[in-house]
């Protein structure tokens, strides 16, 4: 603090109009301006104060939790995908949205993410513990067009499964497909 203040003494002694009177350290010292220019001191504290909080943020975050392998390569008989649940359960989650709705390119766009996520959200919750869910939403206008999807895919017959399900009203229609992956 106090070599601080004698570079500053120093630098206003000869950087001072012949006009002005110099200023001692003695002076400087009584009378603290608190609108000077922070020394180098307080900077490094704050510096390193900045640091210490980072460091103790660092030393409170918890350990990731680790989990042994299983080892299982099938599911068990409770944890397959239930085709025909899901089915009944999709029917009627797009009966409920769908039913009156009529077609606009925008509201539809939205409608489709919106669906896709719902539908997501409760497969999940139905409990089918280890299979990734893939939810492919398409809503169109029903006009004088056909429609055709198809999709292909490398999968183990035992394990994984889909559930398409088709809905149509006087404007729109729907196709939803849902693909569970057993993960390993």
């Known amino acids: 603090m106090l070599a601080s203040k004698l570079a500053a003494a120093s630098t206003r002694r000869s950087s001072a109009a012949p006009s002005m009177k110099s200023v001692s350290i003695a002076d400087d010292a009584q009378s603290e301006a608190p609108s000077e220019a922070p020394s180098k001191l307080s900077v490094l504290n704050r ?26 390569i099938d599911p068990e008989k409770e944890e397959l995908f ?17 039913k009156g709705q009529g077609y ?51 999968w183990n017959d035992k394990t994984d499964n889909h559930v398409t399900v088709t809905y149509e009203n006087e404007s729109l229609y729907a196709v939803v497909t849902i693909y569970a992956v057993y993960f390993e």
Not at 104 to 133: E, Q, T, W, Y
């Open 47 to 72: 510096r390193a104060s900045g640091w210490g909080s980072l460091a103790s943020k660092m030393k409170t975050q918890k350990p990731a939790k680790r989990y042994e392998n299983t080892y299982k």
């Open 82 to 98: 239930d085709c025909a649940k899901v089915q009944q359960f999709v029917r009627d989650i797009i009966a409920t949205r769908l």
């Open 104 to 154: 606009s390119g925008n509201l539809c766009r939205n409608l489709a993410s919106n669906l896709s996520d719902v539908i997501k959200g409760r497969v999940k919750k139905m409990g089918f513990p280890r299979h990734k869910l893939i939810v492919h939403t398409i809503i169109g206008e029903k006009l004088r067009h056909d429609l055709q999807v198809c999709s292909r895919a490398v």
